[in-house]
């Protein structure tokens, strides 16, 4: 199986097991021909199944709206799990899925192990299977109730 999909300045596309996996180098600015080669190469490991997506894209720059719309058209894919290690990936993610509104579950990780927990287990073992693009796994903190007097 060919692992690589672009140059090394873009980044990769593989199968991890039963997953797609996409690596996105950081500080990468994703071009529309770098997305459509992405699902071009999706589309060739897959194989006309639908398989579970993982997106690991700490620290990229960002997408170009071009970018995204691709990224919103059919994707051989079930739940994606996008992978980043701060807020603004966290950002990124949230203006993509409002914007694009993904046919399939999207959320975000900061951990590729919950990631991959949420991507592999059947749908709704998951606590976490329901909730909507952008919402922390974490409850909120109840908010406090005022004290008297204050």
Known sequence: MRQGLHDDHLGAVDLYGRVL??????????????????????????????????????????????????????????????????????VIVVFYTARHKPATPTRFFSSINEALTWLTEPAGQHASAAMQPGQDQKKAPHPRKPRPGR
């Open 21 to 90: 996996r996409v690596r996105w180098s950081p500080g990468l600015l994703i071009s529309e021909a770098a997305a459509r080669a992405t699902l071009t190469r999706a589309r060739e490991l897959t194989n006309g199944q639908e398989l579970p997506i993982l997106v690991e894209m700490t620290g990229i720059k960002g997408l170009t709206p071009q970018a995204g719309s691709v990224f919103a058209t059919e994707w051989p894919h079930g739940r994606t799990a996008i992978v980043g290690d701060s807020p603004v990936d966290e």
